[in-house]
DNA sequence: ATGAAAGCGCTAACAG
DNA sequence: CTGTTAGCGCTTTCAT
């Protein structure tokens, strides 16, 4: 490969005008830089980033920390950031840290060795031992599809409202008896997805006069099957609910069958409610009602953000919420009398 | 962020002989060793990877270009890719390039300039172009998914074999009108998935002694709504088929619905296969029958091949198919007498 | 076993 | 406007 320095002697100039024109800077006549960019051109020439980067400190690549991009929430999130970087010329290193702590921890450090000028962070739960690595470490960062206490910038949604509003909606088909199907709770800490959709959840039914009941509560994993069990059993029996609000869609899927599969129509006996609003969701029979969550635009403001950061831009908000809203399809109907 | 000098002044030794623990060189004494390594956890130094890569020519960063990430095709390959290059302390370089040939290349263009090792390369059809592109730039490469007649290392699965298995297994059930939708075929070239696939359907149908008809031959765009509309299409009037094979799993679903709302039923009127065997396969109604790619394995494989490539290993086998297996759910059953 | 010194390819004062 | 030069942080001869 060509270096400036083989430009440079091509050109009959000095590498400082080489880098000068490769830099665009204005202090380069016209005749030098037609003579650099001839010569470069002759030699095949582009600029090293490695070198490039030792000079001048600064990579342009953020680092990207997901849980799992094969889930196709975080593949969604992650072409939105990839959309951005592209157009403001930064290139993305991709992790998947599948949400252990020790992997996040072990990428963090790595991202931070090679210099990334900043990283994009997802996580079920952002702890007081992440803040404090980034905030050590003096790294740049913006949690995207999360919320958090800490002072860190993000841009996430309100899980408490969506699921709130959710229900509310429910509700206002008529329903008395609402299932819910969430995620792993960990110790109930707050800003984990599942924790303030249950939250949402329960307020609404207090909100309305319902009675909440535990069978009507069933933790899952976020997989189609996980749903499948859980709507399986909270249908068995005498009492069931006659609406399910399952906070994927991929459960939600699961659920739909599961009433099926149960000897009762969907939504004629029981509507079936989703989040996130995945392309699938209308492909479903019944087509799917359920919250859509903002997953492309997550990652594109998250790059948004963290790019502005690095330019020095002034922001006006660090942390953002962005709508979701309900998406009504077929699988939610009144109650029967 | 403390460097290699800082270390050398603190543990009271040369920076060459910091550079040797961090290299694991045996040329080192243990006294040495642990005072380098004592004076390093101090200042929480670690090595500078874009200095490294600047001195050794080396980045141990692999760059990834795909069509799209929020394809779950993709993402699921990518995954693979993303686990081995974790194994093996290499990094990932994510690239959109929508099959677009400007974009591709110039993503090309921009890894080189990183220095990435290599490159692991998803499109829709390898051309002369890129061969000559990866050719000249002295670029290593591997294609990940796809095959080509060029003589580039390669895994993939016989797209052709597919789908002449899984036709034939159609057969076997006992239809005799069977429609087939593929995807975009782009003037026919070979190696491009849709147009193997369709070679296959036609030759089992030949083999057979099937006549071919052209209204079942449709093509759609991978979609939900595409594979719907095209299976809707197919089965208007009189003449239809008891049976389709969608070359992927999207679209089978979207055949399915298209069945229901042509007011027949699904598999007992018309059978319905799809391709990919993606996770939801199972949670359709019925549940998909489908020719299943091993996408995490094309990606891990891949990733190994490239990696043994710049660590100047032994390679049996430059270019690999693996087997594609006909997974039988409930879709597909023997037609109406 | 260790250190001095010469790069790796580029940027950024600084001087002219 | 242009060139000289000193880094950026690390690896790697080459002596010792």
């Known amino acids: ?38 010569a470069a051109e002759e030699l095949g020439y582009k600029p090293s980033m490695p070198a490039r980067s030792l000079a001048m400190k600064k990579t342009n690549t953020i680092g990207l920390i997901v849980p799992d991009i094969s889930n196709l929430y975080y593949a969604e999130v992650v072409r939105g950031i990839e959309d951005v970087c592209n157009i403001y010329k930064y290139n993305i290193t991709l992790c998947n840290a599948d949400n252990k702590r020790e992997k996040e921890f072990q990428y963090i450090e790595m991202l931070k060795n090679r210099w990334v000028d900043g990283i994009i962070f997802h996580c079920d739960y952002f702890s007081k031992e992440h803040y404090e690595i980034f905030e050590n470490g003096n790294i740049k960062v913006v949690l995207a599809g999360r919320t958090t206490k800490f002072d860190v910038p993000y ?21 008395k008896k609402i299932g819910i199907i969430h995620g792993p709770l960990d110790e109930m800490k707050e800003t984990i997805d599942s924790v303030d959709r249950l939250r949402g959840y329960k307020q609404a039914l207090i909100d309305n006069g319902l009675p909440i009941y535990d069978k009507f509560i069933k933790e899952a994993n976020f997989k189609y099957k996980g749903g499948y069990n859980a709507a399986m059993e909270m249908l068995k029996g005498e009492m069931r609910p006659t609406a399910i609000f399952a906070i994927s869609d991929i459960m939600a899927m699961g659920a739909i069958n599961a009433v099926f599969d149960s000897g009762l129509s969907c939504p004629e006996d029981v509507s079936v409610m989703g989040f996130d609003n995945i392309d699938l969701a209308e492909a ?46 077929n699988s939610c109907i009144s109650p029967k009398k």
Chains 1, 2 share one sequence.
């Not at 440079?8 to 665009?24: D, E, H, M, Q, Y």
């Not at 841009?155 to 329903?175: C, E, M, Q, T, W």
């Not at 799917?288 to 963290?306: C, D, F, H, K, W």
């Open 1 to 38: 490969m060509a270096t400036i320095d083989d430009v440079a002697k091509l050109a009959g100039v000095s590498i400082a005008t080489v880098s000068r024109v490769f830099n665009n800077s204005p202090l380069v006549s016209e005749k030098a830089r037609q003579k650099v960019l001839k």
């Open 155 to 175: 841009v996430g949604i309100d899980n408490f409202k969506a699921a709130y509003d959710a229900v509310k909606y429910l509700i206002s088909l008529g329903h």
């Open 284 to 329: 479903t029979r019944p087509s799917l009602t359920t919250v859509s969550q903002p997953m492309y635009e997550i990652g594109a403001v998250a790059a948004r953000m963290l790019i502005k950061m690095l330019n020095g831009e002034e922001i006006d908000e660090y942390q953002i919420i962005l709508k979701h809203k309900i998406v009504v399809r």
